[in-house]
T-cell receptor, first 111, second 116 residues
Framework: DQQVKQNSPSLSVQEGRISILNCDYT??????FLWYKKYPAEGPTFLIS?????DKNEDGRFTVFLNKSAKHLSLHIVPSQPGDSAVYFC??????????FGQGTRLTINP | DAGVTQSPTHLIKTRGQQVTLRCSPK?????VSWYQQALGQGPQFIFQ???????QRGNFPDRFSGHQFPNYSSELNVNALLLGDSALYLC???????????????FGSGTRLTVV
């Protein structure tokens, strides 16, 4: 079974600094990876995605890096803002529309 | 423009009971997927409905069943509830052929089910 793993359950970063969230995956073929953000009492919202044919994708303050040899992807948030405090999930697409999620990382931005 | 609407927001059931959760997709979407998010875990795929048929299913027992109506809304039914079914149940809608690749999924806020 194709999996994604987020090994850090929590991360604390000072406002204005860079936040780096990590995710490892297994058994990759051609794939699409995504990052979602979730606030309490809300559903996950899409942040950014990357195809496995690319190494990097950027959207404003958010950049996702894909290291295929290490089977690792990371999300960089620069600069971090208080509103970025949330739970972040990495996910991959399996089949046409099924998402396989990691366990999530709770990001806290300190003023 | 209404997004995905789920009801109820919270409910408490007793072991062995049955429960029905409801989802109205975002306007213009025709595909509904259901996910279970246990405490401290990421969402897990239960199944997906398109054209009133189950198209894909995750690793969940037959106690979990669903339905999609002609107006694209959907229900998730769980029979013979277990304590382990306590979770946040998320519904996501999309347009077939669009999918989640570039943000094509829209999630609802979920239904928090507690089984006692």
């Amino acid at each position: 079974d194709q999996q994604v793993k987020q090994n850090s359950p929590s991360l604390s970063v000072q406002e204005g600094r860079i936040s780096i969230l990590n995710c490892d995956y297994t058994n990759s073929m051609f794939d699409y990876f995504l990052w979602y953000k979730k606030y309490p009492a809300e559903g996950p919202t899409f942040l950014i995605s990357i195809s496995s044919i690319k190494d990097k994708n950027e959207d404003g303050r958010f950049t996702v890096f894909l290291n295929k040899s290490a089977k690792h992807l990371s999300l960089h948030i620069v600069p971090s803002q208080p509103g970025d405090s949330a739970v972040y999930f990495c996910a991959r697409i399996q089949g046409a529309q099924k998402l396989v999620f990691g366990q999530g990382t709770r990001l806290t931005i300190n003023p | 423009d209404a997004g995905v609407t789920q009801s109820p927001t919270h409910l408490i059931k007793t072991r062995g009971q049955q429960v029905t959760l409801r989802c109205s997709p975002k306007s213009g979407h025709d595909t509904v997927s259901w996910y279970q998010q246990a405490l401290g875990q990421g969402p897990q795929f239960i199944f997906q409905y398109y054209e009133e048929e189950e198209r894909q299913r995750g690793n969940f027992p037959d106690r979990f069943s669903g339905h999609q109506f002609p107006n694209y809304s959907s229900e998730l039914n769980v029979n013979a509830l277990l304590l382990g079914d306590s979770a946040l149940y998320l519904c996501a809608s999309s347009l077939v052929g669009s999918g989640p690749r570039r943000g094509g999924y829209t999630f609802g806020s979920g239904t928090r089910l507690t089984v006692v």
